[in-house]
Each structure stands twice: as C-alpha cells, then as structure tokens.
C-alpha cells in the first residue's frame, strides 16, 4: 500500500512496493540569484528581512539591558543607542515598505498598456535543519537505524528549499503544494501531541519583515498556504489583459489567491504576524474579487462594441460594479489595524480605482444618452432607465427625461460628474509618490480626463433656459460574478517521503509499541501455533497455548514487522505467509506489540479519554479488517489556536455476520 493524498483527506491504495532507496524526483525552485527584476526585488527583500530581524535583535538587548542597569550613564548611553537603532528599523521598514509598493516587475511584459494590479510578495524563510531531531526520532521513536535515511531527509529538505524560490507558473503553485501535502506526512510521522523535538519554522511578515517563530507544523503551513496566494497574485498580475486568454488567466488567478486567502482566514487564528491576521485576510480576499472584477469589465470592452444606448448603459454598469469592488476595499484597508499594516500606495491606488471607475461609468452613460444611437421607444427606454439609476438617490432627473432634450441633459450631467470624478483621481494620484513613479497608471487617468473633456467641449452649449441637472448615481451590476476558488490539494498527488517507516496508520508519531523483538520458532507436528489476519502490517490474530509461537515469545495483537530479516510492514497477507512458509522448519520473526490500543478487538479499546471507540464501517471495508487503514475527517471539527481544523475519527459499529465474513477471508492458520 502507498499513502497518497486524494480528495483532501488522506487515504492508502494498493499499489507496488517502492525499493528501499528508492527516492521520487522532485521540481527544483527557481534561482534566487537570477539577475531578473523580479529576482533581484525577491533578493533584496530577503536582505532586508535578515537586517530587520538582526535590528530587532539588537533593540531588545538594549531595552533589557537599560531596564537592568542602574546608572545614570549607562542607561544614557543605552538611551542614544537605542535611537540609533530604532532610526535604523524605520529606515529599513520604509525601504521594505517601498518595495512591497513596487508593482510594476510583476506586470505583464508586454508593451500594451493596462492598469496594474496588485501582487504580494513571498514570505522569506530561514533555513530548518531536521536532521538530528528527526534521527533522534526515527532511532528512538520507530527503533530503527536513522542512518538509512540520509537519503529521505536529503529529500525533504531539497523540497523545502525549492519551494523557497518557486517559478512564477503553475510549476511553482504545484511545488509549493507538493511541500504543503508533504508536511501531512511529516507531522504524523514526527511530531507527537504531547512532546517537542525543538524544531522552529522561522518566517518573516511578508510586508513588514518582522520575523516569527513557531514550534507547530500548523504555523509552516499556513505559511506556505499564504505563499500560494501571493503566488497565485503574481501570476495574475503578470497576464497580458489586451488578449482573452491572458484576461480569463488573470481571472482565475485572481479568484485562486483569493480562494488560499479564504481558506487561510478560516482554518487560521490568533495569527502570529500580521499578514496572516484575520482583518489583513479579509482585506486581501476583497483586493482579490475587486481584481477579478476589474478583469470582467476588461473583456467586457476587449476589442470594441457598438456605441448605442443599451450598451453604453450596460457597460456603464459593470463599470459601476469595478468602482463599487475597489471602494469596499478602500473601506476595509482603511480599518485599524490594517491602514496602519498595508503600503500606504496600495489604499491610494484602490481609492484612484474606485474613483476611475466611477467616473467612468458616468462617462459611458453620459455617451450613450448624448448620441441616443439605437432606442427610439419610450416605454422601454423608461424602463432601462429606471434599471440604470440608484433608486436611492435623487432621480427626479432621470424621471423627467421624456424627451431627446432632456436625455441630452442629463447625459451632460452625467459629463460633468465624471469630469469631477476624473480630476479626483487624478489628484489622489499625485499625492502618492510611489504612484507617481508608475507611468501606466498616469498616463491611462490623464486620457480618462481628456477623453471627458473632449466630449464635454463637443456639447457644451448655451443652457440658461435649462435648470441645472443632476447627475443620478450608476446601478453597480456585472455579468460575471466573482467566485472564490479554494485551493485544491488532490490535484498534486504525493507520496510521503518516509514511506519504509510503515503504514502511516499504524507507525505514527502518535501511536507507542513495544521495542522490536525477534521470536525464533521451529515448526513442529502441529506447524507454529498461530492465526494471521490482515495486511500491512500483517497481525497476530491467535497463539496457541505451548505452541512453538507462544515459546518464541509470540503474543497476539504482535504486529510482524520482519521476517528472516525482511522488513514486512507493508507486506500483504499472502506475501508474509508464503514468506514464513520458504523458511521451512525455523523461522525467525520480529514483531511489536502495540501499546495504547487494541487492534484486535477495536470496538473494545479505550481511547486516551476513557471513552470506548470502534472502528468505522468504511475503514475496515477498505483495508480487510487490516488495523493500517488511515483516519479519515468527520464532518465535526473543533478549530483551534494556530491549528488547522482536527479532524476526528467517525465511528461507526459493523455488524457481527460483516466482521466474521471478512476475518473469514484474512485468516491463515499455521499448522
């Protein structure tokens, strides 16, 4: 059996036995060193990781040392120290901060002009050795010789450093989810609930660089989680939006990021750093959605559409929706504690969206109402009307235009609101210096403006028999409504790294046995006096009283693990009894005695509560009565700090002609 990751949960299937040494290949990361805009921002973000983290260090050994001193000068001197590194930390945040502002390396390459998006950068992390804890383990834990997995801890940690640096594709996406399905593996096999080996994940805030540190898998998870969002941002940003393939690529990026996003806020809490919180989180899925949307009314316009009145409304409409998606994430960036986190560039480029977009949507309405191209019915155009328009505002305007005179009015009202939007955005550009030093984005708001101003010069006319109109707001409506994609583990199937240590379900951190024993048996006239049931591994189901098992020490409940020097945990019931019989008249078997619980008799054994517990109906079907079946998630889950979601075994009792039938097919009695 192998275990492998399917559906989200993890389960075994029946497949050939990998060679001992045997070792899978695995995708390497990218080089980190690359002299690319992307590689040396990634690079320098590191640097300034490490350099924060050392100030930091340095700080508190100057705060503990003037709290601990006593005397005036001394803690004078500590004092201007002090500032000397505070200064520094600032300084080194506000260089940070200004490459977490540095949109434009993720863009698209190609000369065409969009607006940017948004991206995240990767948290950096340091290096984890596991080397000595997890030799340590595998020698005192599974009472195996570490050394013969040298080459499996090669591996993992070749893994792990590979998906610091991963491609900007959907090659990295699978690297860094490989790593994530892997680590299911790795704190089964190593982590046990009640003990640490003294291994820390230390990450860095992916836009503060303030470092953190956890002992808990959980925490090297929902970091790699993040850095599948992020990832997932950068490759959305980097699509070439003029074309309908890089616009719907763009789109389901977008809505992945936002899916890992999502799925990081609920299974996370009391996040460690910042910007795994729940508020930044909540900020970041809504970032997401408004991209989405942004990519929506994009092919919405790709390649042009004919200018009559019910399209201009409609398009108007889905511009409407973009500045309604970027003033809900203006509103959530600008809540404590997330204004006082994120790059003060992004809430400024947000709020010039949400202001672009609106005036442009009054921009299109106000087309379509002048040139009244297409709709020369009244009765509906009433009704597309009162479709377009805010009910709550004041549509005494749009309610009164009856006529062609007055639609002309009030689509010069629709001008003007858009010019005053037009120049708000504009001023909000240029109060932001990192804005400022984005070309595209300024260049793309001053031919907003000018093409308002344009059209408005085209009509303006002599009013003074009119009474001013105004301009009612536009009803935010899409086609396409944004959907959150959580991220899907089951399509990057892995197989665990320490797969000899045996059936995950059975060898498990978690789980205690006794020390390996070898049993030496002569068969005689009655053969060795014990009942096999099950596979990988197979168990011990019946000893005879003073027969050559019960002499050489063999118990039932024994799980054999090795026979004649062959290790067995993963062998199949035929497998090990044609095994014991080429053995001829003696055979020399180790075994282990499982402690804790009772794999015989499951519905009998006490769990660690005291509370009486039975194996479930689908675990035994799928193994054959074989105790190495895996924990499958109930439905029922308990969230805790810094965990994700528990999941709990659900127990169901199988009937006795179901149990008998299937015990029936796995014993084999040896005489």
């Known amino acids: 059996m192998t275990d492998v990751i399917v559906n989200g949960t993890i389960e075994e299937e029946t497949g050939e036995k990998s060679p001992p040494n045997c070792h899978r290949p695995f995708r390497k990361g990218s080089n980190p060193l690359n002299q690319t805009q992307r590689g040396r921002l990634q690079h320098r973000r590191s640097v300034l990781n490490t350099q924060i983290n050392k100030e930091m260090r340095m700080r508190a050994g100057a705060e503990n040392l003037y709290r601990a001193c006593n005397s005036r000068k001394m803690k004078e001197t500590v004092a201007l120290e002090l500032s000397f590194v505070n200064s520094n930390l600032q300084l080194l945040k506000e260089e940070l901060s200004d490459l977490n502002s540095s949109v434009e390396v993720y863009q698209s390459d190609s000369e065409s002009r969009a607006t940017p998006m948004i991206p995240l950068g990767l948290k950096e992390t340091k290096e984890v050795d596991f080397t000595v804890p997890f030799k340590d383990f595998i020698l005192e834990h599974y009472s195996e010789d570490s050394n013969e997995y040298d080459g499996e801890l090669k591996e993992l940690h070749d893994l792990r450093r590979a998906m610091r640096t991963p491609e900007r594709d959907e090659a990295g996406i699978e690297l860094l989810m490989e790593y994530y399905n892997q680590l299911y593996y790795v704190e089964k096999r190593f982590f046990p609930p009640n003990r640490h080996l003294g291994i820390y994940f230390h990450w860095f805030d992916s836009l503060t660089g303030v470092p953190s540190s956890q002992r808990t898998v959980a925490f090297e998870k929902g970091s790699v989680l993040f850095n599948i969002g992020a990832l997932y ?252 994609k959580p991220p899907n583990f089951a399509n990057v199937k892995v197989v665990d790294i320490f797969h000899r240590l045996g059936p995950l379900a059975v060898f498990s951190a978690r789980n205690q046995w006794s020390v390996p024993r070898t049993c030496l048996m002569e068969k005689g006239e009655q053969g060795f006096g014990f009942v096999l049931r099950g596979d990988s591994p197979v168990i011990v189901a019946e000893v005879e009283p003073g027969s050559k098992a019960a002499q050489g020490g063999v118990k039932p409940g024994d799980f054999i693990v090795a026979v004649d020097g062959r290790n067995v945990k993963w062998g199949k019931h035929q497998e090990v009894i044609n095994l014991i019989l080429s053995c001829g008249g003696e055979v020399s078997m180790q075994v282990v005695t499982p402690q804790g619980r009772d794999y015989l008799h499951p519905q009998l054994s006490n769990d660690q509560n005291g509370r009486t517990s039975s194996l479930s109906q689908r675990e035994m079907m799928r193994t054959n009565s074989s105790p190495t079946a895996s924990e499958t998630g109930s439905t029922n889950s308990k969230r805790f700090s810094w965990g994700f979601r528990r999941r709990e075994k659900s127990h169901s009792q199988v009937s006795a002609h179901s149990r008998a039938q299937l015990n029936s097919n796995r014993e084999s009695c040896m005489w």
């Open 233 to 484: 941002t950068q490759i959305g940003a980097k699509q070439d939006r003029t074309k309908k393939d890089g616009i719907n690529a763009a789109i389901d990026a977008f809505q992945k990021a936002a899916g890992a996003f999502k799925y990081l806020q609920d299974n996370f809490s009391h996040a460690p750093s910042m910007d795994m919180g729940l508020e930044t989180l909540e900020a970041l899925v809504k970032l997401m959605l408004a991209q989405v949307q942004e990519c929506v009314f994009e092919r919405k316009v790709l390649g042009g559409w004919e200018e009559n009145l019910t399209n201009c409304l409609t398009v108007a409409q889905e511009a409407a929706k973009v500045s309604e998606a970027y003033s809900i994430v203006h509103k959530a960036m600008n809540t404590p504690p997330v204004k006082d986190y994120v790059p003060f560039s992004w809430i400024s480029m947000v709020l010039v969206k949400s202001e672009h977009f609106k005036a442009h949507s009054h921009y299109l309405a106000a087309v379509g109402f002048i040139d009244q191209k297409g709709h020369d019915d009244d009765e509906q155009l009433e009704k597309l009307l009162s479709q377009v328009h805010l009910r709550d505002t004041d549509s005494s305007s749009a309610a009164v235009a009856t006529d062609r005179e007055d639609r002309k009015q009030l689509g010069k009202a629709h001008l003007r609101e858009a010019l005053i939007l037009h120049e708000d955005a504009l001023r909000v550009h240029r109060m932001c210096k990192k804005l400022r030093q984005i070309d595209t984005l300024g260049t793309i708001l001053k031919e907003a403006h000018n093409k308002s101003m344009t059209k408005y010069s085209d009509v303006e006319e002599e009013d003074e028999f009119y009474d001013e109109v105004i301009a009612p707001r536009i009803q935010p409506k899409t086609h396409h409504r944004p959907e959150i």
